[in-house]
């Protein structure tokens, strides 16, 4: 009987520490968790450095430069067409006034010269005529307006108006024999064709 009471005491005293720290036995269940928990972060992309995010930045405006200065590129472009095409309207607007305004003047022109080259016997008069004639081939000339060759020229159906033809042996085939009225150009563009006698047609 006493052996059972000794072993019945034992066994209350460690079921009474048993009680009295239970968080000893489940302290290696509680340890573990962590664990857990810290292993997920290592999982994540690492941050990139300061090396690479300067490299990347770089990249960046190396973009922005390039569409910058494509955008500048073509609008440059755009204005030196729009330039050039403002001035050559500019210039074919003045070409076409000036053509016109000649045209009309060519007429006056013309009687100066029949009137010039007409028989008179006031000289005086002649003279003043002349002199009229003169003048205004010479504010054609300032203008940039020339007389078109034709006495003695090849025939060009782009420069002469053939209105008659001959033969005449001391020519050669399709040559201006003679000026039945002066032709005039404003550079390249022909303001009048020259009427003209072709010998040899």
């Known amino acids: 009987m006493a052996e059972e009471k000794e072993n019945l005491t034992e066994a209350a005293e460690e079921t ?18 962590p664990e857990e928990e810290t292993a997920a972060p290592a999982e994540e992309a690492p941050e990139p450095s300061a090396e690479e995010k300067l490299a990347a930045e770089i990249e960046s405006l190396k973009k922005e430069l390039a569409d910058e200065k494509e955008k500048y590129l073509r609008l440059d472009a755009e204005y030196y067409n ?13 070409d076409n006034a000036l053509m016109k305004t000649v045209t009309e003047v060519l007429s006056v022109i013309d009687n100066f010269e029949r009137a010039a080259c007409a028989d008179c016997s006031d000289e005086n008069y ?7 004639f003169r003048q205004y081939l010479a504010i054609l000339e300032k203008l940039g307006v020339s007389e078109i ?8 159906p782009n420069l002469h108006n053939a209105v008659s033809s001959c033969e005449d042996e001391n020519l050669g085939e399709n040559t201006v024999a003679a000026v039945l009225q002066k032709g005039y150009a404003l550079g390249k563009k022909v303001i009048r064709h020259a009427m003209v006698t072709v010998a040899n047609p």
Request: no cysteine; proline share 9%; net charge negative.
């Open 126 to 132: 002649k003279k003043g005529v002349d002199m009229i």
């Open 82 to 94: 729009y330039r050039t095409r403002s001035l050559k309207e500019k210039q074919d607007a003045y």
């Open 149 to 156: 060759p034709a006495e003695g020229q090849p025939f060009d």
């Open 16 to 33: 009474a520490k048993e009680a009295e720290n239970p968080a000893e036995e489940a302290a290696p269940e509680e340890q573990t968790a």
